[in-house]
């Protein structure tokens, strides 16, 4: 049973500002929604690899073929950074892939589109690797450990991804008519998927507060996304991409850009399950995860051997 005097001096903790470590005591909910959480992170960056994966092989030069290589890459590595630090719970990694791949775990909404043409994967890193470094560095200084280190890291690699995203954006903006064509069909379709990506709004969203109070998160989901949308406004108009957003408009009194209605029947939607890929990309990685089973055989078979080995040697 958790007491007040142990709660209360668990969020003096967080209020000083101090790190929680894995063997430190934490409240239940906390411990709680920091797997929660993370978990899904991990289960994001899995996913993510599929959209852009998909284009590797027809991506349109051999450089840009190595750079999306490499990016999917970074990846499936920041998955592996995130379910290291939420294993630390005292979880295993298996049930964690296990609960989104069989069960009712959830990764991020972005992931459940199409990826129509390249120009899609350029606006990926442009706008979705961009909305994730907005949120992923506020992360990097959550009051958990481990979670907070992970996200050290994988912001170093992001902000990477999002330059040679808005690097792409920008040549192919510059380009033939066909291009611009192509890369603003791309931005038309991806901007409002990735408004979504920040959650609901504050008045909607049952876990924010919580997190706050635990300084899991620094900031609100509307606090983020309006962050991402004043820095992103600039951006565009530096290639002449036109955001789909008629009611974007400055607002001097507050400083910030106003924006229009979020779809948030669609973003409800696909978080249920009815997102146009959703099927096919949970069908994609089950197969992976089945038709990978035998490695892992392999790998804990070797593990075991190598241990019994050293056991005997000692």
């Known amino acids: 049973m958790e007491t007040q005097q142990q709660l209360d001096n668990f969020q003096a ?3 000083a500002g101090e790190k929680i470590e894995p063997k430190d005591w934490m409240p239940d909910r906390y411990r709680q929604q920091i797997i929660r959480m993370g978990s899904q992170h991990a289960h994001s960056e899995i996913v993510g690899m599929l959209p852009e994966g998909n284009w590797i092989g027809r991506a349109p030069s051999l450089k840009r073929k190595l750079v999306l290589l490499a990016k999917v890459q970074d990846e499936a590595g920041h998955g592996l950074y995130l379910y290291s630090a939420i294993e630390t719970l005292g979880v295993s990694r298996a049930d964690l892939i296990d609960q989104y791949l069989y069960g009712s ?4 909404s ?3 589109y199409p990826t129509l043409s390249y120009a899609d994967v350029c606006v990926i890193g442009w706008l979705v690797d ?3 470094i907005v949120n992923q560095t506020k992360l990097a200084q959550s009051s958990y450990g481990p979670y907070s280190r992970a996200n050290i890291r994988i912001c170093r690699e992001e902000s990477f991804h999002k330059k040679q995203g808005y690097e792409m954006v920008a040549k192919l903006a510059s380009g033939t008519p066909a291009q611009r064509k192509m890369v603003q ?3 038309n379709r991806f901007w409002w998927p990735t408004l979504m990506m920040f959650g609901p709004s504050d008045s909607d969203s049952p876990n924010s507060a919580e997190l ?8 609100t989901n509307d606090e983020l996304r309006q962050h991402f949308i004043d820095r992103t406004v600039m951006e565009a108009e530096a290639v002449n991409i036109t955001l789909p957003d008629p009611d974007l408009k400055f607002n001097q009194e507050t400083g910030h850009w106003d924006y229009g209605d979020i779809p ?11 997102g146009v ?4 990309r949970m069908k994609a990685r089950r197969e992976a995860h089945e038709n990978g089973a035998w490695v892992r055989k392999a790998a804990q078979a070797y593990a075991r051997k190598k241990k019994l080995s050293r056991e005997q040697a000692s």
């Open 212 to 219: 706050i109070k635990w300084k899991v998160k620094l900031n």
């Open 185 to 187: 069909d791309a931005v």
């Open 277 to 280: 890929m959703n099927r096919e």
């Open 13 to 15: 903790r967080i209020d």
């Open 264 to 274: 948030w029947d669609e973003f409800w939607d696909v978080v249920q399950g009815n």
């Open 110 to 112: 972005i992931f459940n």
């Open 105 to 108: 775990a959830k990764y991020s």
């Open 130 to 132: 961009g909305a994730a």
